[in-house]
């Protein structure tokens, strides 16, 4: 009999149930906490935990946990919904597709440029809206352009799909990962967006330069290439346009305006109306793709609703604090780049099981930030160490569902993904380890 792997949803009710039996079993403790002068934060302080009365918490107390939750969340479920459907409505008006084919028919004669440029297009599409499932739809024209190229289609799923991950991981603005666990952790969104902007240019210009390298094949620049114009016409330039447009405006915005989850909402909700209507959607249907958007959004929503839920049956049960007390033991005598490698690496593992980057982000960074404080460093490191392992799990683990739609659609056998990318894999998890380790002395 053939066991399914458990879908998202129930992974996340489990921990909600896993959470509320562990208020029974944890022992209920507490830390003193301060505000910081310097950053306004409220932060742990060393050696002042003390065990407290058990702090069990009811059935019911549980239950109602679930929609608190993800009330809670409804900054970020909103910053999802918006930006999500905005990139939908994108999407279905076929500029996307149609931008594609025409950068692909451009730079035919040149191979190299095209799979550089396919790379960075795709990492930005990651970096801003975690692009992944909408590859599924491309997978015949990128078998197209594997064959017309001569290349090695895992090379050209790399420099789509994989260049997508890699830009999600590293990203500095993508709102289901960094975004996300910034908010949490309670960091400025515009603090460090220079540094991480330095290493997603050296992590994509890495990826790109060993998946170009694995994927030549011996005759591949020599045999010419036959592909059938496409033009991209003012609609559509015009919606691409608006859509590059906006994402760095969006970085000018938080950088210069300070812009939190609310700005950038409502600057892409007016964008993806603006594309629709363009795009000859028209008003009334540029409303029901941008609803449908909403249908394709709600889960990665709920799912971070979800999570903190979880956080709220252990804050109830006041055992969150033993469990920072019971981590933080064994890393208080470590170095700190054991320590933080310590907590990557348990990133990594963690999303194994936990295949939702937004859930993961919630249920961890929430632990992770508290543990910084003790162990005195800087709550950026809480981030990097789960925006940059979440990502970069999703390119080898099987419970990814979208990667390993994209590589069945391929014909990419998931043994055969894994021996092509991993030396590729290893040598960006080395860049995120080095930024990680620079970033202990940089945010000091």
């Not at 935990?49 to 909103?78: F, H, R, T």
């Not at 190229?149 to 890699?166: D, Q």
């Amino acid at each position: 009999m053939k066991i399914s792997f458990p879908h998202p949803l129930i992974i996340l009710l489990a921990f909600v149930l896993l959470s509320w039996l562990a208020t029974f079993l944890v022992s209920s403790g507490t830390y003193d906490r301060q505000i910081d002068e310097s950053t306004g934060r409220e932060v742990v302080i060393q050696g002042s935990y003390e065990a407290i009365e058990k702090q069990n918490v009811s059935y019911d107390e549980m239950v109602k946990a679930i929609p608190e939750g993800i009330i809670l969340g409804a900054d970020i479920l909103v910053l999802i919904l918006l930006i999500g459907g905005a990139f939908y409505v994108v999407e279905k008006t076929g500029a996307l597709q149609v931008g594609v084919e025409a950068l692909i028919y451009t730079f035919r004669g040149n191979t190299y440029l095209l799979l550089v440029i396919l790379s960075i297009c795709f990492s930005i599409a990651g970096a801003t809206i975690a692009m992944q499932e909408e590859i599924i739809a491309m997978v015949p024209l990128l078998i197209v352009l594997s064959k017309k190229l001569n290349y090695n289609v895992k090379s050209i799923v790399g420099l789509t799909l994989g260049s997508s991950l890699v830009g999600a991981g590293l990203s500095p603005i993508n709102p289901f990962n960094s975004l996300l666990a910034q908010k949490l952790a309670e960091v400025e969104i515009s603090e460090g967006l220079v540094y991480r902007l330095v290493f997603f240019v050296i992590g994509i210009g890495v990826w790109t330069f060993f998946m170009i390298r694995k994927g030549k094949n011996k005759n591949s620049i020599t045999e010419k290439i036959e592909l059938k114009p496409s033009s991209i016409g003012w609609r559509n330039g015009l919606i691409l346009f608006l859509s590059l447009g906006g994402i760095i405006f969006m970085g000018w915005g938080i950088t210069q305006k300070d812009w939190g989850y609310n700005e950038m909402s409502a600057f892409f909700f007016v964008i993806g109306f603006a594309c629709g209507l363009i795009g000859k959607l028209g008003i009334n249907g540029t409303a029901r793709v941008y609803t449908a958007g909403f249908g394709e959004m709600i889960f990665a929503g709920v799912i971070v609703g979800l999570a903190r839920s979880v956080y709220l049956i252990l804050e109830k049960g006041m055992i969150i604090d033993t469990v920072i007390h019971s981590m933080f033991t064994p890393l208080e005598g470590l170095p700190d780049q054991l320590a933080v490698l310590g907590l990557f690496i348990s990133q990594l593992l963690i999303h194994i099981p936990v295949p939702s980057t937004s859930g993961q982000t919630v249920l961890t960074i929430p632990l992770a930030s508290p543990l910084m404080d003790l162990l005195g460093i800087s709550r950026q490191l809480a981030v990097f160490t789960s925006q940059y392992a979440v990502s970069m799990m999703d390119l080898l683990t099987p419970t990814n569902g979208g990667m390993m739609a994209v590589i069945a659609a391929a014909g990419i056998k998931f043994n055969d993904w894994i021996k092509f990318i991993i030396k590729s894999w290893l040598a960006v998890i080395g860049i995120c380890l080095i930024s990680i380790f620079i970033a202990l002395i940089w945010f000091a």
